[in-house]
């Protein structure tokens, strides 16, 4: 599996873009670029997932150059709200025989918006 | 559509006791896992299942870990006896076979351990 590295902490201020980027050298060319987030006392929760150029949903955009060797998670406007830990994972997509993914979490990146 | 369901949301004892967490998932989702998290770390898999079968154990401490998932749907994840370094909280996750495809699980509320 494709090791990430990721920024332990940012802060912002309300109403602000937020830019996360992670950086993973050695991605496969099957591997997919997944991020989750994770407010206190809850658990992940799936936010975007990409393979190459800019995806984009209701919640964020996600922004992955030609080599693929890093990503940009951005976040429009953020607000008190958003403070979380953003988790960068890298990952083949296929079903395991058996079923399901096997997804490895880094340490993430500790999101602190303030007023 | 309801969540995945975990009890009890806390829970504290002493080391050398036993302890046993309780997860149910979505309606229909076939796969279930269990994940430890460390403060201040990424939650770690320890065990997954395919309805009833496991797929991967092989990040759980067997010795004392334990899990099933005896008619497909809900699990119990067990530990005996609890050490001081298993203070985590216990995360159970899901997922369906559309989701697995786009790497997306959905995660309870999580267990957290405090063994003193």
């Known amino acids: 599996l494709a090791k990430t590295t990721q920024p332990i902490s940012m802060d912002s201020y309300e109403g602000q873009e937020v830019n996360i980027t992670c950086s993973h050298n050695?991605?496969?060319?099957?591997?997919?670029i997944t991020w989750y987030q994770q407010f206190p006392s809850q658990g992940p929760r799936f936010i975007i997932q990409?393979?190459?150029t800019k995806v984009t949903n209701e919640v964020a955009s996600l922004f992955i150059p030609a080599d693929r060797k890093s990503s940009t998670l951005s976040l429009p406007r953020v607000s008190l709200s958003d403070t979380a830990v953003y988790y960068c994972l890298v990952g083949d997509r296929r079903i395991l025989t058996g079923g399901g993914n096997k997804l490895t979490f880094g340490t993430g990146t500790q999101l602190k918006v303030e007023l | 559509e309801a969540g995945v369901a975990q009890s009890p949301r806390y829970k504290i004892i002493e080391k050398r006791q036993s302890v046993a967490f309780w997860c149910n998932p979505i309606?229909?989702?076939?796969?279930l896992y269990w994940y430890q998290q460390i403060l201040g770390q990424g939650p770690k898999l320890l065990i997954q299942f395919q309805n009833n079968g496991v797929v991967d154990d092989s990040q759980l401490p067997k010795d004392r870990f334990s899990a099933e998932r005896l008619k497909g749907v809900d699990s119990t994840l067990k530990i005996q006896p609890a050490k001081l370094e298993d203070s985590a909280v216990y995360l159970c996750?899901?997922?369906?076979?559309?989701?697995?495809?786009?790497?997306?699980?959905?995660f309870g509320p999580g267990t957290r351990l405090t063994v003193l």
């Open positions: 996750a899901s997922s369906s076979r559309t989701s697995s495809q786009r790497n997306e699980q959905f």
């Open positions: 990409g393979y190459k």
């Open positions: 309606s229909g989702h076939a796969t």
């Open positions: 050695n991605i496969a060319t099957n591997d997919y």
